[in-house]
């Protein structure tokens, strides 16, 4: 059933955008068939409000004193409640599919390699996720409803139109020719719509960089050359965003002139034909009845031209997703390590540590060795260097998704206290809700590594992939954490994998491998052999130099 339901969502993504209009209207068509009928009441509504009018104007040119109102509060009352129901119909959908759309897109971010999309920007991924779906909703909800709109209003109206005098119709002509050359006009900046995209999503990834780059001392000393980059990145977004209206604002005057000059052309009509002052009343009404279908005719364009670029965007996104990259495609057991392609060996149920200068290259082996568990179908949790957590509670942070028991908690406040994190909060029930923030902006760096640890050890995964996870302890807190989780239940029959610098890690460790930049692996073996005094191994060398 899982399986259906998932090809079902890539199915939708992988539609183009004709498909994914046509799909909409299945999924959702008992929606869009009462949509349909609340419009058709809507502009039947509509369609009598010249005639009132024109009576009316009879009615005072005659200077009749009994005129009633009360058809024109109930035409009022039906257009509120008709038009408003269209909007909904119409609306309601197009929400549901947009929120559809991102959980099927980050559902698929979530489950491919994060090699098939690095070489996009985090504010690129954003843009898409939030920006260019927007854009899909604006077209399913607003664009289709127009189509509608123009439809039914034209197929209402013209016969009403020509029943009360046929050669009115051509003086409509202006109106319909404006509308017809702005549309031209906004196709025409189809390219420049795809350019405001891809600036924004540049202008984004500066605004989530300024908000993580705070957390390091780096960011301070470039400050001002990233102010000025950042600006540099605005004003080439506003560029984009005017040029892109530039054709907009040119052919923005057709429109009134176009209505102008049909109210002249009908005006002289009817004059030649002396229908009387009350049918220029009449044939005005239906000009502004027309206005808005041609109006919105002529913005569906610039709505069709912004959203094919985004689907183009999405596509473009789903087709790296599904190429696996050249990491995935390896079959073999090798990594990549400066050129050459290396078996890393290590001992399964058992705690593995790497170690080399710093540089060497440990944590581009480790990603990979993520990588190829992967590949296997194997469970893995990787804490990294920088690790992220979700801006929410500390607890839905370390279970991430789990059915918590009262056991599983308890385990979870012990792993917590063993890290140094019970004293975030007074009590247990605070500590557990404390929300820790945007990537743990209210923790430090090194609570947030710990909390990740935390994590990884509550997680069902079978192997673990810590990349030097006791960087930010000191060597007596390390010591009494890893003395406590060489006992853990959470680590038995579960294969470690770590980086570390510190010969108090590696000695707690079963199996050691040294890497060293260019060479690859300089020796491995049983860390008891290898660290000892008279081993005289390159792994007992490396540390000895750390103590002079």
């Not at 009879?58 to 200077?63: A, C, F, L, N, Y």
Request: proline share 3%; glycine share 6%; charged share 20%.
């Amino acid at each position: 059933m899982a399986k259906s339901m998932k090809n079902i969502k890539d199915y939708r993504l992988n539609l183009s955008l004709i498909g994914l209009i046509i799909r909409q209207f299945r999924e959702f068509w008992y929606y869009y068939l009462g949509a349909l009928l609340t419009l058709v009441a809507t502009h039947w509504i509509q369609s009598n409000l010249p005639f009132y009018a024109k009576d009316l104007a009879d009615m005072v040119e005659k200077g009749s004193e009994s005129i009633e109102s009360w058809p024109f509060v109930l035409m009022a009352l039906g257009i509120i409640v008709f038009r408003t129901s269209s909007r909904l119909l119409f609306f309601y959908p197009a929400r549901i599919q947009q929120k559809l759309l991102r959980v099927e897109l980050l559902e698929r971010l979530e489950n491919t390699s994060p090699y098939r999309f690095e070489k996009r920007s985090s504010g690129q991924l954003f843009q898409i996720l939030n920006g260019d779906i927007e854009q899909i909703r604006a077209l399913i909800g607003f664009a289709l409803l127009q189509i509608g709109n123009i439809i039914i209003s034209l197929a209402i109206l013209l016969p009403k139109l020509a029943a009360f005098e046929s050669r009115l119709l051509i003086a409509l002509l202006p109106m319909l020719g404006s509308s017809l050359i702005f549309t031209l006009f906004v196709v025409k900046s189809r390219r420049w719509f795809r350019l405001v995209q891809d600036r924004a999503g540049e202008v984004n990834n500066f605004l989530i960089e300024s908000f993580v780059g705070k957390r390091t001392i780096k960011n301070y000393h470039a400050e001002k050359s990233f102010i000025n980059l950042f600006s540099q990145t605005s004003w080439h977004e506003l560029q984009a965003t005017f040029r892109s209206g530039v054709n907009i604002s040119i052919a923005m005057p057709l429109i009134p002139l176009g209505v102008g000059l049909s109210l002249i052309w009908g005006g002289w009509i009817i004059w030649e034909l002396q229908l009387g002052a009350s049918s220029l009343v009449l044939f005005s009404g239906f000009v502004f009845l027309f206005l808005e279908p041609l109006a919105f005719f002529s913005w569906i364009g610039a709505v069709f031209s912004s959203s094919s670029t985004a689907w183009d965007r999405i596509a473009e996104l789903i087709a790296d997703l599904d190429k696996p990259s050249p990491l995935e495609a390896t079959t073999d057991s090798k990594v990549d390590f400066w050129g050459k392609r290396i078996d890393i060996p290590y001992l399964e149920n058992q705690w593995n540590v790497l170690v080399g200068a710093t540089g060497c290259g440990k944590t581009h082996v480790l990603k990979q060795l993520a990588q190829r568990f992967k590949n296997q179908g194997r469970s893995i949790s990787y804490v990294a260097q920088e690790p992220y957590l979700y801006n929410d509670s500390l607890e839905r942070n370390i279970f991430l998704g789990q059915e918590i028991t009262e056991s599983k908690r308890k385990r979870a406040l012990e792993l917590l206290k063993l890290f140094a994190l019970d004293f975030l909060e007074s009590n247990v029930e605070l500590l557990l809700k404390l929300e820790v923030g945007e990537n743990g902006k209210r923790l430090s760096g090194g609570q947030a590594k710990r909390l990740c640890l935390v994590r990884t050890l509550m997680s069902p995964s079978e192997v673990l992939l810590w990349d030097d996870p006791f960087s930010s302890v000191d060597l007596i807190h390390e010591k009494q954490i890893l003395s406590a989780l060489r006992n853990a239940p959470e680590l038995k029959n579960k294969t470690l994998i770590l980086t570390s610098h510190r010969l108090s890690t590696v000695r707690q460790s079963d199996f050691v491998l040294a890497l060293e930049k260019h060479n690859g692996v300089i020796e491995s073996g049983q860390v008891n052999s290898l660290v000892a005094a008279n081993s005289k191994s390159w792994t007992y060398e490396y540390f000895e130099k750390q103590m002079v």
